[in-house]
Each structure stands twice: as structure tokens, then as C-alpha cells.
């Protein structure tokens, strides 16, 4: 059997051997906890017949326990430096494909067409680098991508807003894009001595469970994300006042008013207060009165 890489010892090794030296600005924080490991693949549901995308593999130590659980894992890594080390560290998983390139650049379509044929099902598993966690996971849901489960280590505080209900000071925006896509659940909270170097910030692996169909009909997609984002412009003033602000002038303000009582929403709430549905009700009462 193969020794699991993910040890401060193996980890620091393979360093040493391949003169590695890590990048912060690349967000380069590796885990050497084989049960956090066990905890990330276990909840992305694997199995032979299905495939893994990994985002950032490092040294491998993720990727090397997807091998074990899929039938085809695809890594992207932007570092050069360590494509070597990789090679070393996968090859006992020859149905394990590493490319070299930013996630946010990849055409991610094509790279699924070329690398998951023939699987039944896809997921994302990976601890993101943080400096880019939102972009990635946007992208990841506004193309659409056949995914089942996108399974990652985030930084907590991020995860506590991808899963916030309405009410509180986490929800916002991104709470609301990424439950339009997917069903969130915070899978484990992680403490900071499983990383080589310990991240500044405490951590989380979250599964988004991706949805088939959103949950509310929304007609227009991006105007409803819109009037989201324009309702949390500034989080302590009214729905009323955020919206007026991005959509009406001095002159035609009162119309807003309408369409938010229209909407059975009142005018004096806040962003963080309304739910999905209410948003889906309110951006198709507003398209309406804007067209
Ligand atoms: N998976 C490894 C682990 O768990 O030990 C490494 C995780 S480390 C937090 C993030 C990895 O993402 C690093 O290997 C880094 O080089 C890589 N990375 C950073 N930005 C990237 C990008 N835009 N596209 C692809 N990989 C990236």
C-alpha cells in the first residue's frame, strides 16, 4: 500500500526533496491531516463509477485519496513548480490527470467533455487557495457545469455566508446566488493546526449539493441577481431606498413603492430580511414595471 502523503512528515519530505519552497500569494496552505481528508472525501459521495475535479491539488495530498475513491480525477494546478512532485505523488493513480492552468481560465466545459466521459457523476472536491474561494465557486455555478456536489475548504466565515438563512448579518448576496444553485451544509469546522502553513483565518468544508432546478421561478436570471446585489448596496438602509437608488429617479420613486406592496414586501425592511422567494417575486414585479 502507498503511504499516505498527507503527514507533516511525508509533507515536509517531499519539500525537502523537490527544494519547494511555498507560495503565499498562491494561497498555499497544505493539509497533512488524514482525517480531515477522510471527512472532505466522504462527504463528496464517490465512487469508481464517478469522476473528481480538483482544484490546486499542491503536492497531492487530497488528490491522492480522490484516486483511491473515483473512477477519474482531474486536477488543475497553476503552479509549474510543483507538476513534478506530482507526478511523483500520483503515479500510483494512472485514472488521476493533472493540468496546468488558472481555474478562472480553464474552459471548464471543454475540459469536462475531454477527461469525464463515461462517468455518471461529477463533483468538485478541493481546499481552494482563499485569496480566489468566491470567484472560483461563481464560476463553478454560473456555468452550469453537470456537477453533483462541489465539496471545499473555505475559510469559515465565507461558508457561514454561502449558508446563512435570511435574518442575520451573514446573509446577503452570495447566500442567495449560491441557494439559488445548490443546497449548502457546513460539513466541519476546521482548526488551523491541520495546514502547513497555519492560515490566519479559521476554516470550513461546506457541500453544496447542486440542485437540478433552481427553487424559485425567477424568468430573468441576471435581473434578479441584480435587484440582489442592489438591495445589500448598503446593508443599514430599506429595501426601498437601495432599490430607488439603482432603478428609479426623484420623479418615478413612487412607483417603487407600488411594486413593493404589489410584492406583499414592506417598503421599510431591509435586504437581509427578504427570502428567496420574496427577491424572485420582486424582481419579476420589477422587470415588468421597468420594461
Ligand atoms: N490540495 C492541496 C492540499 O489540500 O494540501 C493544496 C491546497 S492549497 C490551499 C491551494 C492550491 O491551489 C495550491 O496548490 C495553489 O498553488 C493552487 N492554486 C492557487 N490559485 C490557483 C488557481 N487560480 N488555479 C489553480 N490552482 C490554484
Known sequence: SVEDIASPKKTKELMQKFGFTLKK?????????????????????????????????????????LGK???????????????????????????TTVVHGDVLKVDLKELFEQHFQGVSQVSVVANLPYYVTTPIIMKLLEEKL??????????????????????GKDYGSLSIAVQYYCIPEVVTIVPRTVFIPQP?????VIRL????????????????FDVVQA?????????????????????????????????????????????MEEYAVLSRNLARALS
Open 200 to 204: 490566519n483565518v479559521d476554516s470550513a
Open 146 to 167: 453537470p456537477l453533483e456536489n462541489i465539496v471545499v475548504m473555505i475559510q469559515k466565515e465565507v461558508a457561514d455566508r454561502m449558508a446563512a438563512k435570511p435574518g
Open 25 to 65: 500569494s498562491l494561497g498555499q496552505n497544505f493539509l497533512i491531516d488524514y482525517n480531515i481528508l477522510h471527512k472532505i472525501v466522504s462527504a463528496a459521495d464517490l465512487t469508481p463509477q464517478k469522476g473528481a475535479l480538483e482544484i490546486g491539488p499542491g503536492i497531492g495530498a487530497l488528490t491522492q485519496q
Open 69 to 95: 475513491a473515483a473512477g477519474r480525477v482531474v486536477a488543475i494546478e497553476i503552479d509549474q513548480r510543483l507538476l513534478p512532485m506530482l507526478e511523483e505523488t500520483l503515479s500510483p493513480y494512472p485514472h
Open 231 to 275: 438591495s445589500f448596496v448598503q446593508r443599514r438602509k430599506t429595501i426601498y431606498n437601495n432599490l430607488a437608488a439603482k432603478y428609479f429617479t426623484k420623479e418615478t420613486k413612487s412607483e417603487l413603492e407600488v411594486i413593493l406592496q404589489q410584492s406583499g414586501i414592506d417598503p421599510s425592511r431591509r435586504g437581509e430580511t427578504l427570502s
Open 209 to 224: 449539493k447542486v440542485r437540478q432546478t433552481p427553487p424559485v421561478d425567477v424568468e430573468d436570471e441576471a435581473f434578479f
